[in-house]
């Protein structure tokens, strides 16, 4: 969720579609989807609009370069989400092995537990050798 709303703060404040985009903005494609672009834009606009009267630390907030900056920090972490669902999956082995490695002790004084002289209902008896 910090990551999330991390890459919309970033993405707010740097406006990637007007700096890093630029060049491309000449491109015959681009030339063609900005009309539907700008239409869905005022749509989404409009809905933040809505959102920003709520919150009030958001009172002030342009609501189109809100909707705008989450558009692309949309992009951005979809476009890196092969390199993090990786890096989830390897912390999460790590942290497996970790939690085994710490649980071994534990494991080990447990199986020298004696039943000896025990009574049913009792329970037994850590037997240090």
């Known amino acids: 969720m910090a990551f999330a709303a991390s890459t919309w703060v970033m993405c707010y404040a740097l406006q990637p579609s007007l700096t ?3 060049p491309l903005r000449a491109l015959p494609l681009a030339e ?8 869905t834009l005022e749509i989404a606009a409009a809905q ?13 907030a342009n609501p189109e370069r809100l909707t705008l ?8 972490r979809g476009a890196i989400k092969p390199i993090t669902f990786g ?8 942290f497996v ?7 071994r002790p ?6 020298t ?4 002289g025990r009574k049913r209902g009792q329970h037994p008896v850590l037997v240090t050798a």
């Open 48 to 60: 933040t609009v809505k959102m920003t009267k709520r919150v009030p630390m958001l009172v002030k």
């Open 106 to 111: 534990v494991r080990a004084a447990s199986l």
């Open 32 to 39: 063609r989807a900005a009309p539907v672009f700008k239409r």
């Open 69 to 76: 900056g989450l558009a692309e920090s949309l992009m951005f």
């Open 20 to 22: 890093l985009a630029r």
């Open 113 to 116: 537990l004696s039943a000896r």
């Open 97 to 103: 092995q970790w939690t085994k490695r710490k649980s």
């Open 87 to 94: 890096g989830k999956l390897f912390l999460s082995y790590k």
